[in-house]
């Protein structure tokens, strides 16, 4: 199978994909993008959160051919040229990050929080980031962040 | 002590830990400081290589076969149906392991492959390696196992029976910790007791194993691998292999979190010969169902406790037993053993002890390290008494813990002396004294309430709790064994700038060791840029990433290297100066006097040489203890924490909201004061999800939920905000007084947790972890 | 993994095609539930038909005061609609107490009423389920059920080829079903429409079929009739975050001058099927709106309750979500104090 798709801007044509493969198996092994995580496989821990047109999910649940034609946006798009997104500087400022294997879908997950709601309470943090499974902060670090984030972004 | 000196290898550190830092540098980044974790930026950008995400041009994938059955015989293996599958490169089975067909921690009694035995659900069988990871899935599920199924050993309690099964040999028992101290006659006018039993909890580290073993033209190989102690590893895969050590190269890659889940081999041998045998690179990446079953689970237990005190809650003694089930294969069963059997009663004074603590063999899947090793299970058991304990004598949680915390100079229930600071009270009454949440308004936010976003409590029915717990733990590796770290530490000049180069084995796994040897060398040296080189077998073994040891043990051979290369450097500076070596002082990249004042620059000192030492360091010897008494100086330090708890509990369905869990630990020296902070935060995490909703269900040998569907960890709508207050009482025995920091938080939260439930629904819940219908009692 | 081999269709009649022509093929939608399950090798269709982007993702108006919800509209789209909320708040709690942000995201109105049962059993193909595997025996009934069904279970016997105690993981399901909804499938045939209580079977002698469709039906849109009450759905799980039903209940209670007007009620987490409690409905109807009716009539429901070893705890469970239910929409939860 021939997958096309757009992923952080780049249109990625990619062959001979099995009809099996997740599209966090063609971002990560095919595509050289392997930012996007595997801790589950299963849809249960986040850590492979990307946007597909525009909205997070989880890719290991998107079968290679439902990607196809489609926009993806990974942990690897957040930066702009050579500039971290003010939610990953957070991160590493704010402490959040340990082993940070859970940080790439963290970061889209809050990503996506602080662009439909720009100064969210901390239950509305929480309910956000419920998908997505830390074991090294117990999230205290990472609620600092986002918050930390969102004061960022609220300075123009 | 024995000493050699000079570039060319280790030397045996005198006692560099004692010695005050002759350079107090103004050097920022240095130790007291939180600087960032220099893998930062690679880890938020998504860049940084996890050993999941290792590539090789030509490599291929490895896939373990794994046996359905707790207990078989095989009967026979075919591999040829497998080895038709296009795209298959090979077919291993243990026919083809070229040296020792053996490894593990304690007791070599694992075999890398099974031969004649199967003895827990989920033992590799098997390898195969092909050109995808789905072709080499399909290959193994084409290899013919014909196995005997026999009779399983599944419950532990039953273990050491006459007529039990035999795991590995009759009577099933990995160690029997036997202790007695004081009177064994002696009784008490207040009597108070219980049995508790610990669930089986998993690491769940979110990196699933995984490895890159690439064959080299001298025949050996280099692994790189996410693990927590390069050089066991390399030892054990060495026996495996039948190779020597220079020709079996470990690297250490990006690791996803550990916990005490990766002390044990994994793809490590597997992927070797596998690329052996192919002349191709293989990489070897678990999923997460299979990951639960690749490695060792935290050893459940069945806990028996009883406490005589006189009226006043004194205690005068304790009599416990302690099984914890080994499952298949020894790990590190003896070990956790001796924790348990000598740290079992908790961090108070007990005069007259009985303790048998128990390991056994099943054929339940094999348990080993976990952040707590053998603690965590006891204090749910002690912590439980003592809240007994304080009801049969009339005094609240606090004060009855106040009353019979060990203090500096006391003696623990092994005879050895407490010889730094214990400060069970203050920590208690630092927990007690901070402010309590606010009491739930009839307007909270429904998903401040138990059950969250399900919507199921609108505040009817809600009942608050608060427990504490108090526990203590043992840092570094215990019972006489021989407890190092190595570091190489280089000084240099590089485009004008010093650049210190720090080398050791001692393995990331998220904890921040990386920092901590950056603030070091900063510290001693007095130099800003330090790089962490790779960490690897091509230096000294940094012991294991464990026992909350790294701080302590790499630490104290990062600051002997260090100290070496500034003797070196002001010795030079000294004669070129013509002055002392003792009025002199490195800062700011700059050699200082004793009023510094700047004397002259280290680029001069330096010129184009690089000044680069290697020391291994080792703690104060620590002792067997008595067969018969258990009586010995088993540890070498000792560090504390409290916790406090409030729980909003639904008494008529059973849901528990943890509103705080809030802590006080003592860490000797915070190293990095945020990094210490989010490691309390990440172990009290544990600790709460091992009080209500993590086990690993086993029955009949089978695990039955290999799944982050049915294993639940915490997420962030379950953990409350934490306070966490941090003590600084120097261990004048460590280097800056550290104390280990990374386990006490994960021992006395859960056992806080639960205390707090069993305040607010009135049942004494025996079991953890604690379910809807153990607190409704349906 | 079995091979197979990925399609787009043109047009809904021309998936249905598709699928009609090929046995062993399923549909694919949000791919959040049949994904895992191929990987896990549950499922093994050879030919899967994508949907997700076939079905309607419009939710639509209907003259009484209803709404058609496309097959197509992700589950987030849903919970997020203003419609839903004021006139449904059942369907948009229970779709937020489903799953995390990003899976519903992805996952379908069409999708989510067919996933399949979480039980141990069912997903590990080296263990007996009757479900997965006809005939190799129900490896749930004597080992572990904690989570498994306390209604409608067919209890014959760990060996016997009808046994099955498992449930239905479904969360909008149960609201779906206390909502009167109605299925409208195109298949083969041609179009029919499935009052919602007769989607979703009852193990009975056969626990292999989860739903009454055929082969090649496919779900185009679900109607919800007007409801005119306030409607609530609570879920009862292991910890506050996403985790399948213990226990759940939609509801909705009319309550006028103290008596039950009217009254729907279904049950998440105790059946092979969101059961829909008519039994206490019909007690209710007409009686005073205390909690002394609601206890009773939740009890005649739940004397049909046949527990397991395990999972006698669900009945009290279900029983106190119900009455705790029933009195929020009644209104008088913070009159009430605890015996």
């Known amino acids: 199978m021939r997958i096309t798709t757009t992923v952080n801007g780049t249109e990625h044509e990619v062959d001979d994909v099995w009809a099996g493969e997740s599209l966090l198996y063609v971002l990560r092994e095919r595509m050289g993008l392997p930012g996007s995580k595997n801790a589950c496989e299963q849809g249960e821990c986040g850590s492979c959160t990307v946007y597909l047109d525009g909205e997070p999910v989880c890719a290991c649940l998107v079968a290679a051919g439902q990607a196809i034609g489609r926009e993806v946006t990974t942990v690897e798009g957040l930066a702009t040229e050579g500039e971290l997104h003010p939610v990953q500087e957070a991160f590493v400022e704010a402490g959040a990050v340990q082993c940070g294997?859970?940080?790439?879908?963290?970061?889209?997950?809050?990503?996506?929080?602080?662009?439909?709601?720009?100064?969210?309470?901390?239950?509305?943090?929480?309910?956000?980031?419920?998908?997505?499974?830390?074991?090294?902060?117990?999230?205290?670090?990472?609620?600092?962040?986002?918050?930390?984030?969102a004061a960022r972004q609220a300075r123009p | 002590m024995r000493g050699r000196s000079g570039h060319s290898g280790p030397s045996v550190s005198t006692d560099a830990g004692t010695r005050p830092a002759t350079t107090a540098t103004t050097t920022p980044g240095r130790i007291g400081d939180s600087p960032l974790r220099p893998d930062g930026t690679l880890k938020v950008t998504g860049e940084f290589a996890y050993a999941s995400d290792l590539w090789h041009d030509d490599m291929v994938w490895g896939v373990t076969l794994r046996s359905p059955h707790p207990h078989a015989r095989i009967r026979g293996i075919d591999i040829t149906e497998a080895l038709t599958v296009p795209g298959v490169t090979a077919v291993l089975t243990a026919d083809d392991v070229p040296g020792e067909n053996a490894f593990g921690l304690e007791h070599a009694d694992q075999p890398v492959l099974a031969v004649e035995f199967v003895r827990y659900e989920g033992e590799p069988v098997a390898l195969v390696a092909a050109d995808h990871p789905e072709t080499a899935r399909r290959a193994a599920a084409r290899i013919r196992v014909e196995y005997e199924v026999l009779p399983a050993v599944t419950d532990p309690r039953h273990a050491m029976d006459d007529d039990a099964p035999a795991v590995h040999r009759p009577g099933n028992l990995v160690r029997h910790l036997q202790l007695r101290r004081g009177d064994q006659s002696v009784t008490a006018p207040v009597v108070v007791s219980l049995d508790v039993e610990v669930g089986m909890q998993d690491q769940a580290f979110l990196g699933p194993e995984s490895g890159l073993a690439v064959p080299a033209e001298d025949g050996g190989v280099d692994l790189y691998v996410a693990t927590q102690w390069l050089h066991v590893d390399q030892r054990q895969m060495c026996l495996a292999l039948g190779?020597?050590?220079?020709?079996?190269?470990?690297?250490?890659?990006?690791?996803?979190?550990?916990?005490?889940?990766?002390?044990?081999?994994?793809?490590?041998?597997?992927?070797?010969?596998?690329?052996?045998?192919?002349?191709?690179?293989?990489?070897?990446?678990?999923?997460?169902?299979?990951?639960?079953?690749?490695?060792?689970?935290?050893?459940?237990?069945?806990?028996?406790?009883?406490?005589?005190?006189?009226?006043?809650?004194?205690?005068?003694?304790?009599?416990?037993?302690?099984?914890?089930?080994?499952?298949?294969?020894?790990?590190?069963?003896?070990?956790?053993?001796?924790?348990?059997?000598?740290?079992?009663?908790?961090?108070?004074?007990?005069?007259?002890?009985?303790?048998?603590?128990?390991?056994?063999?099943?054929?339940?899947?094999?348990?080993?390290?976990?952040?707590?090793?053998?603690?965590?299970?006891?204090?749910?058991?002690?912590?439980?008494?003592?809240?007994?304990?304080?009801?049969?004598?009339?005094?609240?949680?606090?004060?009855?813990?106040?009353?019979?915390?060990?203090?500096?100079?006391?003696?623990?229930?092994?005879?050895?002396?407490?010889?730094?600071?214990?400060?069970?009270?203050?920590?208690?009454?630092?927990?007690?004294?901070?402010?309590?949440?606010?009491?739930?308004?009839?307007?909270?936010?429904?998903?401040?309430?138990?059950?969250?976003?399900?919507?199921?409590?609108?505040?009817?029915?809600?009942?608050?709790?608060?427990?504490?717990?108090v526990t203590y733990k043992n840092i570094g590796f215990s019972e006489g064994f021989d407890?190092?770290?190595?570091?190489?530490?280089?000084?240099?000049?590089?485009?004008?700038?010093?650049?210190?180069?720090?080398?050791?084995?001692?393995?990331?796994?998220?904890?921040?060791?990386?920092?901590?040897?950056?603030?070091?060398?900063?510290?001693?040296?007095?130099?800003?840029?330090?790089?962490?080189?790779?960490?690897?077998?091509?230096?000294?073994?940094?012991?294991?990433?464990?026992?909350?040891?790294?701080?302590?043990?790499?630490?104290?051979?990062?600051?002997?290297?260090?100290?070496?290369?500034?003797?070196?450097?002001?010795?030079?500076?000294?004669?070129?100066?013509?002055?002392?070596?003792?009025?002199?002082?490195?800062?700011?990249?700059?050699?200082?006097?004793?009023?510094?004042?700047?004397?002259?620059?280290?680029?001069?000192?330096?010129?184009?040489?690089?000044?680069?030492?290697?020391?291994?360091?080792?703690?104060?010897?620590?002792?067997?203890?008595?067969?018969?008494?258990?009586?010995?100086?088993?540890?070498?330090?000792?560090?504390?924490?409290?916790?406090?708890?409030?729980?909003?509990?639904?008494?008529?369905?059973?849901?528990?909201?943890?509103?705080?869990?809030?802590?006080?630990?003592?860490?000797?020296?915070?190293?990095?004061?945020?990094?210490?902070?989010?490691?309390?935060?990440?172990?009290?995490a544990q600790g709460m999800g091992l009080a209500l909703m993590e086990e690993i269900v086993v029955t009949d040998g089978h695990v039955r939920n290999p799944s982050f569907t049915d294993y639940l960890i915490p997420t962030i709508l379950d953990m409350p905000p934490m306070q966490v207050k941090v003590l600084e009482y120097a261990d004048p025995h460590a280097p800056y007084g550290v104390r280990g920091v990374g386990e006490p938080p994960t021992i006395s939260s859960g056992p806080a947790v639960a205390a707090a439930v069993r305040a607010a629904c009135g049942r004494p819940l025996r079991r953890v972890p604690i379910r809807p219908e153990h607190i409704t009692g349906t | 993994m079995r091979e197979f081999r990925y399609e787009r269709a043109a047009d809904p009649a021309a998936a249905v095609a598709l699928l009609a022509a090929a046995p062993d093929g399923a549909f694919l939608g949000g791919g959040t539930n049949l994904v895992d399950l191929m990987k896990l090798g549950v499922a093994t269709p050879d030919v899967l038909v994508d949907v997700r982007e076939l079905t309607s993702r419009e939710v639509a108006d209907l003259p009484d005061g209803g709404l058609r919800i496309?097959?197509?509209?992700?589950?987030?789209?849903?919970?997020?609609?203003?419609?839903?909320?004021?006139?449904?708040?059942?369907?948009?709690?229970?779709?937020?107490?489903?799953?995390?942000?990003?899976?519903?995201?992805?996952?379908?109105?069409?999708?989510?009423?067919?996933?399949?049962?979480?039980?141990?059993?069912?997903?590990?193909?080296?263990?007996?389920?009757?479900?997965?595997?006809?005939?190799?025996?129900?490896?749930?009934?004597?080992?572990?059920?904690?989570?498994?069904?306390?209604?409608?279970?067919?209890?014959?016997?760990?060996?016997?080829?009808?046994?099955?105690?498992?449930?239905?993981?479904?969360?909008?399901?149960?609201?779906?079903?206390?909502?009167?909804?109605?299925?409208?499938?195109?298949?083969?045939?041609?179009?029919?429409?499935?009052?919602?209580?007769?989607?979703?079977?009852?193990?009975?002698?056969?626990?292999?079929?989860?739903?009454?469709?055929?082969?090649?039906?496919?779900?185009?849109?679900?109607?919800?009739?007007?409801?005119?009450?306030?409607?609530?759905?609570?879920?009862?799980?292991?910890?506050?975050?996403?985790?399948?039903?213990?226990?759940?209940?939609?509801?909705?209670?009319?309550?006028?001058?103290?008596?039950?007007?009217?009254?729907?009620?279904?049950?998440?987490?105790?059946?092979?099927?969101?059961?829909?409690?008519?039994?206490?409905?019909?007690?209710?109807?007409?009686?005073?709106?205390?909690?002394?009716?609601?206890?009773?009539?939740?009890?005649?429901?739940?004397?049909?309750?046949?527990?397991?070893?395990?999972?006698?705890?669900?009945?009290?469970?279900?029983?106190?979500?119900?009455?705790?239910?029933?009195?929020?929409?009644?209104?008088?939860?913070?009159?009430?104090?605890?015996?």
């Open chain 2, 483 to 684: 407890d190092y770290s190595t570091a190489r530490v280089r000084l240099e000049m590089t485009g004008g700038e010093a650049v210190a180069t720090v080398h050791t084995a001692a393995a990331e796994v998220g904890q921040g060791l990386i920092t901590v040897e950056q603030q070091i060398c900063r510290t001693e040296l007095g130099v800003e840029r330090v790089v962490v080189h790779p960490k690897n077998t091509a230096v000294g073994s940094g012991g294991s990433t464990s026992a909350s040891r790294q701080t302590y043990v790499t630490g104290g051979a990062v600051q002997a290297a260090c100290v070496a290369v500034r003797d070196v450097v002001l010795a030079r500076a000294a004669a070129s100066l013509g002055r002392e070596v003792s009025q002199l002082r490195l800062d700011g990249e700059k050699i200082v006097g004793a009023s510094g004042e700047v004397l002259t620059g280290l680029a001069e000192v330096l010129g184009e040489d690089a000044v680069e030492e290697t020391r291994e360091y080792r703690h104060r010897p620590t002792h067997a203890i008595d067969p018969e008494t258990g009586q010995g100086d088993a540890h070498v330090q000792f560090a504390f924490s409290a916790h406090r708890a409030v729980v909003d509990v639904d008494v008529e369905l059973g849901l528990v909201k943890v509103v705080a869990l809030d802590t006080a630990q003592d860490v000797g020296k915070a190293i990095n004061p945020d990094a210490v902070v989010g490691q309390i935060h990440g172990g009290s």
């Open chain 3, 70 to 339: 496309g097959a197509g509209v992700p589950n987030a789209d849903l919970a997020a609609d203003r419609r839903v909320r004021e006139r449904f708040p059942v369907l948009a709690q229970a779709l937020l107490a489903g799953a995390s942000g990003q899976l519903r995201n992805r996952a379908t109105t069409g999708g989510n009423l067919l996933q399949r049962t979480r039980c141990g059993y069912f997903t590990d193909v080296t263990k007996p389920c009757n479900k997965r595997s006809p005939g190799s025996g129900c490896g749930a009934l004597e080992g572990v059920h904690r989570n498994h069904a306390i209604l409608g279970q067919t209890i014959a016997g760990s060996d016997d080829p009808a046994t099955c105690v498992t449930t239905h993981p479904s969360d909008m399901a149960v609201a779906m079903v206390a909502l009167d909804a109605v299925v409208r499938v195109l298949g083969p045939d041609g179009e029919r429409e499935i009052p919602i209580a007769e989607l979703h079977r009852l193990p009975g002698s056969d626990p292999s079929r989860d739903t009454t469709l055929r082969h090649g039906e496919l779900v185009t849109a679900i109607d919800v009739p007007a409801l005119g009450m306030p409607s609530r759905y609570r879920k009862v799980r292991d910890r506050a975050s996403f985790a399948f039903a213990l226990v759940s209940v939609a509801a909705a209670l009319d309550v006028r001058d103290g008596v039950v007007r009217d009254v729907r009620l279904a049950l998440g987490g105790v059946a092979h099927k969101p059961w829909r409690a008519s039994a206490a409905e019909y007690v209710l109807r007409g009686m005073p709106a205390t909690e002394a009716s609601f206890a009773a009539a939740v009890e005649s429901e739940l004397e049909a309750a046949t527990p397991l070893r395990d999972n006698a705890f669900k009945v009290p469970m279900a029983r106190n979500v119900v009455v705790r239910t029933l009195l929020d929409l009644a209104g008088r939860d913070t009159e009430r104090e605890l015996a």
């Open chain 1, 101 to 149: 294997f859970c940080t790439p879908g963290l970061l889209v997950a809050a990503h996506d929080l602080l662009e439909r709601v720009p100064d969210p309470s901390d239950l509305e943090i929480r309910e956000a980031l419920a998908g997505n499974l830390c074991r090294c902060t117990g999230y205290e670090k990472i609620l600092d962040a986002v918050r930390l984030a």
């Open chain 2, 243 to 469: 190779m020597p050590p220079e020709k079996v190269r470990l690297h250490l890659a990006g690791v996803g979190g550990a916990f005490g889940g990766r002390e044990d081999l994994s793809v490590h041998v597997h992927a070797s010969l596998l690329a052996l045998r192919t002349g191709k690179p293989v990489k070897m990446s678990y999923s997460r169902e299979e990951s639960f079953f690749g490695h060792v689970h935290r050893h459940p237990a069945w806990l028996t406790y009883e406490f005589g005190a006189e009226r006043d809650g004194t205690l005068v003694y304790a009599r416990a037993r302690v099984l914890l089930d080994g499952g298949a294969y020894a790990s590190s069963t003896a070990a956790v053993v001796g924790n348990a059997g000598t740290l079992g009663l908790g961090p108070y004074r007990i005069p007259n002890v009985a303790v048998d603590a128990y390991g056994v063999f099943t054929n339940n899947p094999p348990c080993g390290a976990m952040r707590g090793f053998g603690c965590v299970q006891a204090a749910f058991a002690h912590e439980a008494l003592m809240d007994e304990l304080a009801d049969a004598v009339g005094l609240d949680p606090v004060t009855v813990r106040q009353r019979n915390g060990m203090r500096e100079g006391d003696r623990n229930i092994t005879g050895q002396l407490i010889d730094s600071a214990a400060p069970v009270a203050e920590l208690l009454q630092i927990v007690a004294d901070l402010p309590l949440p606010p009491q739930r308004d009839a307007d909270a936010d429904l998903r401040a309430l138990p059950g969250s976003v399900g919507n199921t409590t609108h505040g009817e029915g809600v009942v608050r709790g608060v427990g504490y717990a």
